[in-house]
């Protein structure tokens, strides 16, 4: 680990040749080949659903590739499992932690490899090794906090000292930065450039250009399913890997004219709502949405977002505050009420909340007008009806099933969410409130959900946006509204604000 | 430093053992054999409640629920019998063991491989296990009986000796398997690795412990642990077997294990507060202090269980995984 | 003509023909004549008017405690306590049917079995508003229930409400004003019972009530978002299906057993759970699944006294389908079927926590 003299790059830790992986018809990953160096930081740059995933996947040992060989320190492996890839020295920090939630930070990384003493569990010795780790490495990680009590930043570094204990010599960050504050992403950058100075050889998967060109060596970017591109960082620029990403130029531009806003449709103060672990998440919040204007939010995530939404839309119970829908306070009113008063809602999750996987197409596009004429009367629920409009909502809104009667599972993950805008868009309505309206959606679909955002604000729906993607933000919005732990740090006009300031005051650095 | 997952639960069953044991020896020195009647009574009703919640938190924080005690009980008792009937009672408790390995064993392989949904898995087995326990039924056997061992000096304690300490060899089992289990569950590699299989079987599984293996393991020997509290009830307290014997010991100790917030000793000290409230309620009707019917009796822990859980039930948090199949 | 309507059909039918030759096989191995057994089923549950009357009577009540069950799981919830909720509607309907002689058949009857569906929609709530309002799981409730109410039950008909100068523990009987006789041969109760089962099939796929119930069912948080009140949905549905299984009870004591007595409905609660599953939790083959087990049932003393079979073999019969049915792996890989994606297996399990 000493020898930093070395020339990096100079010896392949890692090298991965012709891997393929097919799931039936479709192929994933096709013929991937690329290297890495010890001590060396190399970005894998994709869309979602470029393959990313799955080439980790095959490099953890989750799944079996079906052509193509993976060759540690020059050796053929087979890795099986993640037990395997572990002992061969590769290690992952997924997206979602694999942390056990009630249990100590000790606890997490010596989990599977645990020092023991007379038979017993070594509680104190693991304590001092993660301590030591912690220390070599710069990560200020107390080994007896409970996982669940510290911040995403201070949980992801978990993860990196738990590849760590395992001795790892190639550690793979998928997507790591999608969940941190830009201070907090810093600070990665910072321990990424010492594990690499170490001898750690890096793979860091994102699709996020501006971390690329600023913390990496070499980039290697996947197109559906193959390598488009390998090339030394220093030799690019984030237009050139943009359209080898996307592999044509993107345009993340939504063509809008200026918005006329009217009057406040919206209109917060003072809201205090609790998060589900009884915990205050909005705190005191002041918000004005007016009809005819896309407000977008930015902040990082689990700064009340969520919460915020979810009391608005009155599915999470308000501690304090006023909500004044169009001149009424909607106090005491439930979901239905508030949807009836014309209050649509894409969710955050759409697997979770916006559809029933089990569920027809068709019955998803009526999930909540499903008690209403003419899709039923007299409660008994009228099914002719509910296909007419569904065949009409399927073809407005372009979304690719098979038929109705497909189950909404099937369907692609842009479709599916394709379901989730046409119900929510088809009806009249004066607020929209769209969180994440494109999270984990092609690049096709996204233009498509944009236009039809745009289109409802020039009817003159007040649209309330939040989004973790601040290109996704400067992009559709008029207003930006950035919110930290729970209240709103500032409002700033879409047009004239810079990525840097929303950024400095999402992360609480201006002195806003 | 203990470790997080014990030192996040309380309140510590130590405290309680305690308040229960002053106030047992306070009731002794003011009602002398009474309340040692209503002591012993408590335990012996309760130990085999004890060792079949041991099974359930073995299965629970392991992420598989297990419905299906019950029937493992049944079928432990109905092997332990009628195997000591044939072999002798060494058998006959091996036999309940085995049997309830099998009846666990059944449930891994449905809930692990193939994931089956466990509350239907589990209600299969009561329902099977109570079909082959009446068919396969014979009148007419008797067996030996297994012996009172007790522990020199300890068993001369007041009130405490005879209960604790002078016991049949599956009463003094489940004792040291409850505090076995606290000490493994809490202190050993195994028991960080459970824990961790029952909390969030994907990060067990991404540092290498083989979440299938872990959960067939606990399953079935949690269902040998049933199958010996089935044959405490055959073989060890009745001598007999009888259709349904178990009369739904095995679901009670369902809801001890919650009551028990997954925490062994814990669960112990919940089946004695449920074996001493029976016992109360015995011992008043005997002394004709009051006039239950038996029927009210029986009622007693079902009713408080439902109480119970009522008043308790937000506060306890299950094992994250329980129920749900992996991967 | 359209075979594709009866593919599901063929896991539960394949499920149930495997148990039965496991079944004869044990009867075999136990020194019986697996042909003298099946004989005998044939005798007392096929053989002539009188026989297949009492099948239809033993399965009215499998009825009415399988769509109690179906009813349960559509919510995504379990309830393992219709045995209990069965004896309270059996029981109170009993009590009625001696307690309020005198009146006219037209109001005796229908008071009765409101009376059975009301008290055994009881437990039931109970055991819903514990789920919705305070988390606790439903099968722990039920399952605690059912052992109360079976020693209530055991109280009352040995008590209070015993026929006087008698020695056995059970009610007085049912007068004629309460009693479900005979319509052309059909049992009333069977009957009744088909025509419930119409009325559940319509309203589980046909009303809006029954779509708030499969939502809640199949995503509580979309039923959240959709402004479906999961509480609300999870306390009717709990309520609907004590209801079902009280209304199972009330038929029994009015139409089979004439009045209470301990033990003549033990079980029933159980076989519901298998109804439910070998129907795949669809109603409208609720009634061919009890119209099997009512057969096996009803074949109980002939399967003693006509082939020396311990009538218990039917159970194990019944468990062994229920596991092929539970475990479908299993089945097709005892019958070499290829998997299948698209008959989904019932899974409705969300672990202990609300």
Same mark, same amino acid.
């Given at each position: 680990?000493?020898?930093? $003299?070395?020339?990096?790059?100079?010896?392949?830790?890692?090298?991965?040749?012709?891997?393929?992986?097919?799931?039936?018809?479709?192929?994933?990953?096709?013929?991937?080949?690329?290297?890495?160096?010890?001590?060396?930081?190399?970005?894998?740059?994709?869309?979602?659903?470029?393959?990313?995933?799955?080439?980790?996947?095959?490099?953890?040992?989750?799944?079996?590739?079906?052509?193509?060989?993976?060759?540690?320190?020059?050796?053929?492996?087979? +890795?099986?499992?993640?037990?395997?890839?572990?002992?061969?020295?590769?290690?992952?920090?997924?997206?979602?932690?694999?942390?056990?939630?009630?249990?100590?930070?000790?606890?997490?990384?010596?989990?599977?490899?645990?020092?023991?003493?007379?038979?017993?569990?070594?509680?104190?010795?693991?304590?001092?090794?993660?301590?030591?780790?912690?220390?070599?490495?710069?990560?200020?990680?107390?080994?007896?906090? =409970?996982?669940?009590?510290?911040?995403?930043?201070?949980?992801?570094? =978990? $993860?990196?000292? !738990?590849?760590?204990?395992?001795?790892?010599?190639?550690?793979?960050?998928?997507?790591?930065?999608?969940?941190?504050?830009?201070? $907090?992403?810093?600070?990665?950058?910072?321990?990424?450039?010492?594990?690499?100075?170490?001898?750690?050889?890096?793979?860091?998967?994102?699709?996020?250009?501006?971390?690329?060109?600023?913390?990496?060596?070499?980039?290697?970017?996947?197109?559906?399913?193959?390598?488009?591109?390998?090339?030394?960082?220093?030799?690019?620029?984030?237009?050139?890997?943009?359209?080898?990403? =996307?592999?044509?130029?993107?345009?993340?531009?939504?063509?809008?004219?200026?918005?006329?806003?009217?009057?406040?449709?919206?209109?917060?103060?003072?809201?205090?709502?609790?998060?589900?672990?009884?915990? +205050?998440?909005?705190?005191?919040?002041?918000?004005?949405?007016?009809?005819?204007?896309?407000?977008?939010?930015?902040?990082?995530?689990?700064?009340?977002?969520?919460?915020?939404?979810?009391?608005?839309?009155?599915?999470?119970?308000?501690?304090?505050?006023?909500?004044?829908?169009?001149?009424?306070? =909607?106090?005491?009113?439930?979901?239905?009420?508030?949807?009836?008063?014309?209050?649509?809602?894409?969710?955050?999750?759409?697997?979770?909340?916006?559809?029933?996987?089990?569920?027809?197409?068709?019955?998803?596009?009526?999930?909540?007008?499903?008690?209403?004429?003419?899709?039923?009367?007299?409660?008994?629920?009228?099914?002719?009806?509910?296909?007419?409009?569904?065949?009409?909502?399927?073809?407005?809104?372009?979304?690719?099933?098979?038929?109705?009667?497909?189950?909404?599972?099937?369907?692609?993950?842009?479709?599916?969410?394709?379901?989730?805008?046409?119900?929510?868009?088809?009806?009249?309505?004066?607020?929209?409130?769209?969180?994440?309206?494109?999270?984990?959606?092609?690049?096709?679909?996204?233009?498509?959900?944009?236009?039809?955002?745009?289109?409802?604000?020039?009817?003159?729906?007040?649209?309330?946006?939040?989004?973790?993607?601040? $290109?996704?933000?400067?992009?559709?919005?008029?207003?930006?509204?950035?919110?930290?732990?729970?209240?709103?740090?500032?409002?700033?006009?879409? !047009?004239?604000?810079?990525?840097?300031?929303?950024?400095?005051?999402?992360?609480?650095?201006?002195?806003? | 430093?203990?470790?997080?997952?014990?030192?996040?639960?309380?309140?510590?069953?130590?405290?309680?053992?305690?308040?229960?044991?002053?106030?047992?020896?306070?009731?002794?020195?003011?009602?002398?054999?009474?309340?040692?009647?209503?002591?012993?009574?408590a335990v012996r009703s309760c130990t085999p409640l004890a060792l079949a919640a041991m099974c359930g938190i073995l299965c629970e924080r392991t992420g598989v629920i297990n419905i299906g005690i019950e029937g493992q009980m049944l079928l432990g008792a109905f092997a332990g019998f009628f195997g000591a009937a044939a072999f002798g009672v060494v058998f006959g408790v091996l036999a309940a063991a085995i049997i309830g390995a099998l009846g666990g064993a059944f449930l891994a392989v449905c809930a692990v491989s193939w994931r089956v949904d466990q509350i239907i898995a589990g209600a299969v087995i009561n329902i099977v296990a109570m079909g082959f326990t009446t068919f396969f039924y014979r009148p007419?056997f008797v067996i030996g009986s297994l012996p009172t061992w007790?522990?020199?000096?300890?068993?001369?304690?007041?009130?405490?000796?005879?209960?604790f300490?002078?016991a049949q060899p599956l009463a003094f089992l489940t004792f040291a398997v409850v505090i076995g289990l606290q000490v493994t569950l809490f202190?050993t590699?195994w028991g960080?690795r459970t824990t961790?299989v029952g909390?969030?079987p994907?990060?067990?599984?991404?540092?290498?412990?083989n979440v299938a293996r872990y959960r067939y393991g606990n399953v079935m020997l949690g269902g040998a642990l049933a199958g010996l509290a089935g044959a405490m009830l055959s073989v060890e307290i009745t001598g007999s077997f009888d259709r349904a014997m178990t009369a739904g010991r095995g679901f009670l100790a369902l809801a001890i294990v919650i009551m028990g917030r997954w925490r062994p000793m814990l669960a112990w000290t919940a089946a004695l507060?449920f074996g001493?409230?029976?016992?109360?309620?015995?011992?008043?009707?005997?002394?004709?202090?009051?006039?239950?019917?038996?029927?009210?009796?029986?009622?007693?822990p079902y009713?408080?269980t439902?109480?119970?859980?009522?008043?308790?039930?937000?506060?306890?948090?299950p094992p994250?995984a329980a129920g749900r199949p992996y991967? | 003509?359209?075979?594709?309507?009866?593919?599901?059909?063929?896991?539960?039918?394949?499920?149930?023909?495997?148990a039965?030759?496991i079944g004869?096989v044990i009867?075999?191995v136990d020194?019986?004549?697996?042909?003298?057994?099946?004989?005998?089923?044939?005798?007392?549950?096929?053989?002539?008017?009188?026989?297949?009357?009492?099948?239809?009577?033993?399965?009215?009540?499998?009825?009415?405690?399988?769509?109690?069950?179906?009813?349960?799981?559509?919510?995504?919830?379990f309830?393992i306590?219709?045995q209990?909720?069965?004896?309270?509607?059996?029981?109170?309907?009993?009590?009625?049917?001696?307690?309020?002689?005198?009146?006219?058949?037209?109001?005796?009857?229908?008071?009765?079995?409101?009376?059975?569906?009301?008290?055994?929609?009881?437990?039931?709530?109970?055991?819903?508003?514990?789920?919705?309002?305070?988390?606790?799981h439903?099968v722990i409730?039920t399952i605690m229930?059912n052992t109360?109410?079976?020693?209530?039950?055991?109280?009352?008909?040995?008590?209070?409400?015993?026929?006087?100068?008698?020695?056995?523990?059970?009610?007085?009987?049912?007068?004629?004003?309460?009693?479900?006789?005979?319509?052309?041969?059909?049992?009333?109760?069977?009957?009744?019972?088909?025509?419930?089962?119409?009325?559940?099939?319509?309203?589980?796929?046909?009303?809006?009530?029954?779509?708030?119930?499969?939502?809640?069912?199949?995503?509580?948080?979309?039923?959240?978002?959709?402004?479906?009140?999961?509480?609300?949905?999870?306390?009717?549905?709990?309520?609907?299906?004590?209801?079902?299984?009280?209304?199972?009870?009330?038929?029994?004591?009015?139409?089979?057993?004439?009045?209470?007595?301990?033990?003549?409905?033990a079980g029933?609660?159980f076989?519901?759970i298998t109804?439910?599953l070998?129907?795949?939790?669809?109603?409208?083959?609720?009634?061919?699944?009890?119209?099997?087990?009512?057969?096996?049932?009803?074949?109980?003393?002939?399967?003693?006294?006509?082939?020396?079979?311990a009538?218990a073999i039917?159970d194990v019969v019944l468990g062994v389908a229920l596991l092929l049915v539970a475990a479908?792996l299993l089945?097709?890989?005892?019958?070499?079927?290829?998997?299948?994606?698209?008959?989904?297996?019932?899974?409705?399990t969300?672990g202990w926590?609300?």
């Amino acid at each position: 680990m000493s020898d930093s $003299e070395e020339q990096p790059g100079a010896d392949v830790v890692l090298e991965v040749r012709g891997l393929t992986k097919r799931f039936g018809p479709v192929v994933a990953d096709s013929e991937v080949t690329l290297q890495l160096r010890r001590g060396e930081v190399l970005a894998l740059l994709g869309e979602n659903g470029a393959g990313k995933s799955t080439l980790v996947k095959m490099l953890v040992g989750l799944l079996r590739p079906d052509a193509g060989e993976i060759r540690i320190g020059g050796d053929v492996v087979r +890795l099986r499992s993640p037990r395997d890839a572990i002992g061969r020295g590769i290690a992952v920090v997924h997206q979602h932690f694999q942390l056990v939630p009630v249990m100590t930070v000790a606890e997490n990384v010596v989990l599977g490899a645990e020092p023991t003493r007379r038979g017993l569990f070594d509680h104190r010795k693991a304590a001092a090794e993660v301590r030591a780790l912690s220390q070599r490495f710069g990560l200020a990680v107390e080994p007896d906090a =409970v996982v669940q009590d510290l911040p995403i930043g201070m949980q992801q570094r =978990v $993860e990196i000292i !738990k590849a760590l204990y395992r001795g790892a010599e190639i550690l793979i960050l998928d997507e790591p930065t999608a969940v941190l504050t830009p201070v $907090e992403t810093d600070e990665l950058l910072r321990i990424v450039a010492e594990l690499a100075e170490r001898g750690v050889g890096i793979i860091f998967i994102t699709h996020k250009l501006r971390e690329v060109m600023n913390g990496t060596d070499r980039v290697v970017v996947l197109r559906d399913g193959r390598v488009v591109g390998d090339v030394a960082t220093a030799d690019t620029d984030e237009a050139g890997l943009a359209a080898l990403m =996307v592999g044509r130029p993107v345009v993340l531009h939504v063509d809008k004219e200026p918005a006329t806003p009217g009057a406040t449709v919206l209109e917060i103060r003072g809201l205090e709502v609790d998060d589900d672990r009884g915990r +205050l998440a909005v705190r005191g919040l002041d918000l004005d949405v007016r009809a005819g204007e896309i407000l977008g939010i930015a902040g990082v995530q689990d700064n009340g977002q969520r919460e915020l939404v979810e009391a608005i839309c009155a599915m999470r119970p308000r501690r304090a505050g006023t909500v004044v829908l169009a001149g009424r306070e =909607v106090e005491g009113l439930d979901v239905r009420a508030l949807h009836d008063l014309g209050v649509a809602h894409i969710p955050e999750d759409r697997d979770k909340h916006g559809l029933v996987g089990g569920y027809f197409v068709a019955e998803n596009l009526v999930l909540n007008r499903f008690d209403q004429a003419p899709f039923s009367r007299w409660g008994r629920r009228d099914f002719a009806a509910i296909q007419r409009w569904a065949r009409q909502l399927i073809a407005d809104f372009d979304v690719r099933t098979p038929s109705v009667y497909a189950r909404t599972d099937a369907l692609s993950g842009g479709n599916k969410q394709k379901v989730v805008v046409a119900r929510e868009l088809s009806r009249e309505s004066v607020l929209l409130v769209a969180a994440q309206p494109t999270r984990g959606v092609d690049v096709g679909s996204i233009e498509f959900i944009h236009q039809q955002l745009v289109a409802a604000r020039d009817r003159g729906v007040a649209v309330l946006l939040v989004s973790a993607e601040l $290109e996704e933000l400067f992009a559709l919005s008029d207003r930006i509204a950035v919110i930290r732990e729970g209240r709103v740090a500032a409002v700033l006009d879409a !047009k004239s604000a810079t990525r840097e300031t929303v950024g400095l005051i999402m992360a609480g650095a201006a002195g806003h | 430093m203990r470790p997080a997952w014990v030192r996040r639960r309380p309140p510590p069953a130590l405290g309680v053992a305690a308040a229960l044991l002053v106030a047992a020896f306070l009731a002794y020195a003011i009602w002398g054999f009474r309340a040692a009647a209503v002591a012993g009574f408590a335990v012996r009703s309760c130990t085999p409640l004890a060792l079949a919640a041991m099974c359930g938190i073995l299965c629970e924080r392991t992420g598989v629920i297990n419905i299906g005690i019950e029937g493992q009980m049944l079928l432990g008792a109905f092997a332990g019998f009628f195997g000591a009937a044939a072999f002798g009672v060494v058998f006959g408790v091996l036999a309940a063991a085995i049997i309830g390995a099998l009846g666990g064993a059944f449930l891994a392989v449905c809930a692990v491989s193939w994931r089956v949904d466990q509350i239907i898995a589990g209600a299969v087995i009561n329902i099977v296990a109570m079909g082959f326990t009446t068919f396969f039924y014979r009148p007419g056997f008797v067996i030996g009986s297994l012996p009172t061992w007790q522990i020199p000096l300890l068993a001369d304690l007041p009130l405490l000796g005879p209960i604790f300490f002078r016991a049949q060899p599956l009463a003094f089992l489940t004792f040291a398997v409850v505090i076995g289990l606290q000490v493994t569950l809490f202190r050993t590699t195994w028991g960080l690795r459970t824990t961790a299989v029952g909390e969030h079987p994907g990060a067990a599984d991404t540092v290498g412990v083989n979440v299938a293996r872990y959960r067939y393991g606990n399953v079935m020997l949690g269902g040998a642990l049933a199958g010996l509290a089935g044959a405490m009830l055959s073989v060890e307290i009745t001598g007999s077997f009888d259709r349904a014997m178990t009369a739904g010991r095995g679901f009670l100790a369902l809801a001890i294990v919650i009551m028990g917030r997954w925490r062994p000793m814990l669960a112990w000290t919940a089946a004695l507060l449920f074996g001493l409230l029976s016992g109360l309620v015995n011992q008043l009707n005997f002394d004709q202090v009051i006039d239950v019917p038996p029927q009210f009796v029986a009622m007693v822990p079902y009713g408080t269980t439902i109480v119970v859980l009522a008043v308790f039930s937000t506060r306890v948090r299950p094992p994250a995984a329980a129920g749900r199949p992996y991967p | 003509m359209n075979l594709d309507r009866l593919r599901p059909a063929i896991l539960p039918v394949a499920a149930v023909v495997v148990a039965l030759t496991i079944g004869a096989v044990i009867v075999a191995v136990d020194g019986s004549s697996p042909l003298g057994a099946a004989t005998a089923i044939w005798v007392a549950a096929f053989s002539g008017p009188d026989a297949i009357g009492a099948t239809l009577e033993k399965a009215t009540p499998l009825v009415f405690a399988g769509l109690a069950v179906i009813v349960g799981v559509k919510a995504g919830l379990f309830n393992i306590g219709a045995q209990g909720q069965l004896l309270v509607g059996a029981i109170t309907s009993a009590y009625a049917g001696y307690r309020f002689a005198g009146l006219s058949p037209l109001v005796h009857l229908p008071l009765c079995l409101l009376i059975g569906v009301v008290f055994g929609a009881l437990p039931a709530w109970l055991a819903g508003v514990l789920r919705a309002k305070r988390g606790v799981h439903e099968v722990i409730v039920t399952i605690m229930l059912n052992t109360i109410i079976f020693n209530l039950t055991d109280w009352l008909a040995g008590g209070p409400w015993m026929e006087p100068g008698q020695v056995i523990s059970r009610t007085p009987p049912i007068v004629g004003s309460a009693r479900m006789g005979r319509v052309a041969g059909l049992p009333t109760g069977f009957v009744l019972a088909m025509l419930v089962t119409v009325a559940v099939w319509f309203m589980l796929e046909h009303t809006t009530f029954g779509f708030r119930l499969a939502t809640v069912g199949a995503n509580r948080h979309a039923a959240h978002y959709a402004g479906i009140s999961v509480g609300a949905v999870t306390v009717a549905a709990m309520t609907l299906s004590g209801a079902l299984a009280g209304l199972g009870g009330a038929v029994e004591s009015l139409g089979v057993v004439g009045r209470f007595e301990p033990g003549f409905n033990a079980g029933l609660g159980f076989d519901g759970i298998t109804i439910a599953l070998l129907a795949r939790v669809s109603p409208r083959a609720v009634v061919p699944a009890a119209l099997f087990i009512g057969a096996l049932r009803a074949s109980s003393s002939e399967l003693q006294a006509g082939a020396h079979v311990a009538p218990a073999i039917v159970d194990v019969v019944l468990g062994v389908a229920l596991l092929l049915v539970a475990a479908p792996l299993l089945l097709r890989w005892l019958l070499r079927m290829p998997p299948s994606l698209s008959t989904a297996e019932v899974q409705f399990t969300r672990g202990w926590g609300s």
